[in-house]
C-alpha cells in the first residue's frame, strides 16, 4: 500500500483560450514513500516540472492511502477540485464551479 496524492497548483496553467485545457491539480502516488519528495525537488512529472519552471507554486493538499488503482480512480474520475481541500476552503472560481464531495469515496 502506498499514498495517493493530489498537488494543488496555486495558478492554473493550460491553454486559457480553451478552459477545459486547464488544470490546477495532479493526481500521483508514492508507493515508495520517496515520490512526494521527488515531486517537490523538480524531478518528478513533466506537469509539475513545468509548474516549478513557470515559478508557480504548489501544495500537497490532500493524501490518501492507496494503490496505483485509487490514483487511477481518482484520474478518471476528472474535475479534482471537487475532492481539492485548498478549492474547497478557498472556493477559488478557478479550481471549477462545482464544491460537492469531500473524498475519494463520494
Same mark, same amino acid.
Request: charge should be positive; include cysteine; charged fraction near 20%.
Given at each position: 500500500? $502506498?499514498t495517493v496524492y493530489?498537488?494543488?497548483? /496555486?495558478?492554473?496553467?493550460?491553454?486559457?483560450?480553451?478552459?477545459?485545457?486547464?488544470?490546477?491539480?495532479?493526481?500521483?502516488?508514492? /508507493?515508495?514513500?520517496?515520490?512526494?519528495?521527488?515531486?517537490?525537488?523538480?524531478?518528478?512529472?513533466?506537469?509539475?516540472?513545468?509548474?516549478?519552471?513557470?515559478?508557480?507554486?504548489f501544495v500537497v493538499?490532500?493524501?490518501?492511502? $492507496?494503490?496505483?488503482? /485509487?490514483? +487511477?480512480? /481518482?484520474?478518471?474520475?476528472?474535475?479534482?477540485?471537487?475532492?481539492?481541500?485548498?478549492?474547497?476552503?478557498? +472556493?477559488?472560481?478557478?479550481?471549477?464551479?462545482?464544491?460537492?464531495?469531500?473524498?475519494?469515496?463520494?
Open positions: 500500500m $502506498g493530489l498537488l494543488h497548483f /496555486l495558478e492554473p496553467i493550460g491553454n486559457p483560450a480553451n478552459p477545459r485545457a486547464m488544470t490546477q491539480h495532479y493526481i500521483g502516488v508514492d /508507493l515508495s514513500g520517496k515520490r512526494i519528495s521527488v515531486q517537490t525537488a523538480g524531478n518528478g512529472a513533466a506537469i509539475v516540472r513545468v509548474v516549478q519552471a513557470r515559478g508557480i507554486g493538499a490532500a493524501t490518501w492511502p $492507496g494503490t496505483r488503482a /485509487l490514483e +487511477r480512480q /481518482l484520474k478518471n474520475r476528472k474535475h479534482a477540485s471537487r475532492f481539492c481541500p485548498v478549492c474547497r476552503a478557498d +472556493r477559488d472560481p478557478t479550481c471549477g464551479t462545482t464544491r460537492e464531495g469531500g473524498g475519494p469515496s463520494n
